[in-house]
């Protein structure tokens, strides 16, 4: 399993990061289980009440329900998952267009770039 | 089960004169993962044996589950000791009966079905098991029991990166952390930092401070090894 913590940020949000990833990339998909509070704490070597709280917090976003007796379910509203997705990438793209002004780039010249970059991947790939 | 709770007020621990602990307070309340950490010598062990009900204090309250700590709280508690604490001539079968005799809420079935898991032999005598498999028997004693608190003195020391972190995982899979209280001391602190749910500084022979782990986390930004070299330095 690919995941890593890094000892600086809460592990909670690292792992809630990591969940959203896979709801979003539809590797959980709409309505599938989430795994038990244990597996998931056994399988990426966190305390279960982090995982606990993790859940907890996914909850509260609307991301996933918990039926009582049965665990935890992604969500099978697709716009709320696809709210989620819009949100995060909006996140990284502003991240990013910050770190290249911070490098004196502008705004034209970072989708000169990006385009540049996506034509020279997509010949790699051809 | 109750909600477990341990609490300390003015507990001061001296060894003839020498004092090992001043004046430490401080309540746990709820279940999790309490992590004391701290330099050898800093009074970890000393602070372990007092909730145990192993050493009395030389002054102060030591509560566990609102009772002040005795040798009859050993009900309540299960003590993991830092010191080779089998008899080399038992095998694991006689020691997991020999603890269904002695404690009352002791699981044997839970104690075979870890046993089991972890592939140990159940007739071989524990002085022929490796360093490393002892430790692990220790533990499936130690978490076989039914108990709201659980001391845990040193579970991961001289062993190798491998077996620790087997161990660590053996503790997460089978303590009951969303019931019990589980409380241990290490020094591998980078190593058990995603497992704490709250830590205990301490520095010679006090308690700097006491935090929820994410909290810290959250508030200084940074991971609990560079908290503890900067509360510890």
């Not at chain 2, 602190?189 to 301490?202: G, Q, R």
Request: hydrophobic share 40%.
């Amino acid at each position: 399993m690919g995941l890593t913590f890094d000892n600086n940020r809460p592990i909670y949000l690292q792992l809630m990061e990591y969940l959203y990833g896979q709801i979003c990339r539809t590797d959980l998909k709409p309505g599938e289980k989430l795994p038990s509070v244990r597996e998931l704490a056994v399988k990426v070597g966190v305390n279960p009440n982090t995982v606990s709280r993790t859940y907890m917090e996914m909850e509260r976003k609307d991301i996933v329900v918990s039926k009582r007796g049965q665990g935890t379910f992604v969500t099978e509203d697709i716009t709320v998952i696809q709210e989620l997705r819009k949100k995060i990438a909006d996140d990284k793209i502003g991240d990013f267009i910050l770190m290249m002004n911070q490098i004196g780039l502008k705004n034209e010249e970072i989708l000169q770039l990006m385009e540049q970059k996506m034509a020279s991947r997509k010949e790699e790939e051809e | 089960m109750n909600e477990p709770e341990i609490y300390l007020k003015n507990v001061t621990k001296k060894y003839l004169r020498q004092p090992a602990l001043e004046n430490i307070s401080f309540q746990l309340k709820g279940s999790g993962v309490y992590g004391v950490l701290g330099e050898n010598g800093s009074g970890k062990t000393t602070l372990l044996k007092l909730i145990a009900g192993l050493l009395r204090p030389s002054s102060g309250t030591v509560k566990v589950m609102h009772r002040p700590v005795s040798r009859l709280s050993s009900k309540d508690i299960a003590y993991l000791s830092d010191a080779d604490s089998l008899y080399s001539f038992q095998s694991a079968q006689q020691l997991i009966h020999f603890w269904e005799k002695v404690a009352p809420d002791f699981s044997k079935d839970k104690a075979f079905s870890m046993i089991r898991e972890l592939n140990l032999d159940v007739n071989m005598k524990i002085k022929n098991l490796s360093k490393g498999n002892r430790a692990r028997l220790k533990l499936v004693i130690a978490l076989s029991r039914q108990v709201p608190v659980l001391v845990m003195d040193e579970p991961l020391s001289g062993l190798d990166p491998l077996v620790r972190e087997d161990i660590l995982k053996l503790i997460v899979m089978n303590a009951d952390v969303e019931q019990q209280l589980l409380i241990l001391s290490t020094h591998e602190v980078s190593e058990v930092e995603a497992f704490l749910d709250h830590v205990i500084f301490m520095k010679d022979g006090k308690c700097i401070l006491e935090e929820n782990a994410e909290v810290l986390r959250e508030q200084k930004g940074q991971s609990l090894v560079a908290t503890m070299r900067e509360v510890l330095a």
